[in-house]
């Protein structure tokens, strides 16, 4: 981000605990790799008959799917903290992995004025969950000073439209984990740049 000193050393590789991606893409919960595949498991597949009608195009999950896996992911964090080489990191990594339904995040540092957003990749239908590889931007955390952020608020906007409750979280107690707890949770406020959740978002 802008107006924060940039280094040169990348951050290392959090392991999960299912196998890790080959690069530096922050931590990931494992719960929200279960909520997804329990989700995906009963979801309703293309029957053969519609098979047979033409060439078969891969579909986005419903956003159900997706609203249930950030419920599933609140007590964890839609984000997570860490201090690393000399700097205060904040992963989107979560929410990152739901970008195919979500039109934004929203966020804001030290207060709830939800007045930034945070960027979110080009959807591929075909690996709906997948973290971005394109590594010309940084999609998957913030940049700060140490110790800038001593709490920051979160809102998902989804691509119908609705917006997920604000939840504020902190770093944890423990500077060298990578992970927060949550401050506060408020309900989502109604803006005057919101679409009704029966519009389309886009």
Same mark, same amino acid.
């Given at each position: 981000?802008?107006?924060h000193a940039e280094v040169n050393e990348e951050p290392p590789v959090i392991a999960p605990s299912l196998p890790q991606r080959p690069s530096s893409r922050g931590p990931l919960s494992t719960g929200l790799l279960l909520?997804?595949?329990?989700l995906l498991a009963g979801s309703s597949p293309a029957?053969?008959?519609e098979e047979d009608e033409g060439e078969y195009r891969a @579909?986005?999950?419903d956003v159900a799917i997706y609203k249930a896996m950030l419920d599933a992911n609140k007590q964890t964090g839609w984000v997570q903290f860490r201090e690393f080489a000399g700097q205060q990191l904040i992963y989107f990594t979560a929410l990152q992995t739901m970008h195919c339904r979500l039109k934004e995040v929203r966020y804001s540092i030290n207060s709830d004025a939800l007045d930034k957003t945070f960027p979110m990749a080009e959807c591929d239908p075909e690996l709906p969950f997948n973290l971005p590889s394109d590594e010309s931007r940084n999609w998957l955390y913030l940049n700060l000073k140490?110790?800038?952020a001593?709490?920051?608020a979160? @809102?998902?906007v989804w691509d119908d439209g609705s917006g997920s409750e604000i939840v504020v979280y902190q770093p944890c107690k423990n500077p060298e984990a990578t992970c927060a707890s949550i401050k506060t949770i408020k309900k989502s406020k109604k803006r005057s740049d919101e679409p009704s959740p029966s519009t389309p978002g886009r």
């Open positions: 981000m802008s107006g909520a997804a595949a329990l029957s053969a008959q @579909q986005i999950p140490p110790g800038e001593e709490a920051i979160v @809102q998902a």
